[in-house]
């Protein structure tokens, strides 16, 4: 079964910005649609962003639109979060997802996504 690594969590200032990144351990998953998701505590899980299998195509929650850009190079390297201009409503454990398989499927829905990384946590301070 895949593992997805997270890392790049951390605590930063309101206005900063913090780089996620998720790497499968089987390289084959990097070719797969993935996407980022965040809980706060007492809240529901939701949708961050979303890159498809080639990278071409990027899909973003309205809170996040203009301020995180999600990215991959290629199979062989992670995907990336990049969060700028964090406030404190971002904060959240962040959780990167990887859907096995191609096709129409709706990006921000949790249950289309087969694989879950453990998690790492941004907090922002105001």
């Known amino acids: 079964q895949v593992q997805l690594v997270e890392s790049g969590g951390g605590l930063v200032q309101a206005g900063g910005s913090l780089r996620l990144s998720c790497a499968p351990s089987?390289?084959?998953?990097?070719?797969?649609?993935m996407g980022w998701f965040r809980q706060a505590p007492g809240k529901e899980r939701e949708f961050v962003a979303a890159?498809?299998?080639?990278?071409?195509?990027?899909y973003y929650a309205d809170s996040v639109k203009g301020r995180f850009t999600i990215s991959r190079d290629n199979a062989a390297n992670p995907v990336y979060l990049q969060m700028n201009s964090l406030k404190p409503e971002d904060t959240a454990v962040y959780y990167c997802?990887?859907?096995?398989?191609?096709?129409?499927?709706?990006?921000?829905?949790?249950?289309?996504?087969?694989?879950w990384g453990q998690g790492t946590q941004v907090t922002v301070s105001s």
């Open positions: 890159i498809s299998w080639s990278g071409d195509n990027t």
């Open positions: 997802a990887v859907r096995d398989g191609y096709g129409d499927y709706d990006v921000r829905r949790i249950y289309e996504y087969n694989y």
């Open positions: 089987d390289r084959t998953f990097g070719s797969y649609p």
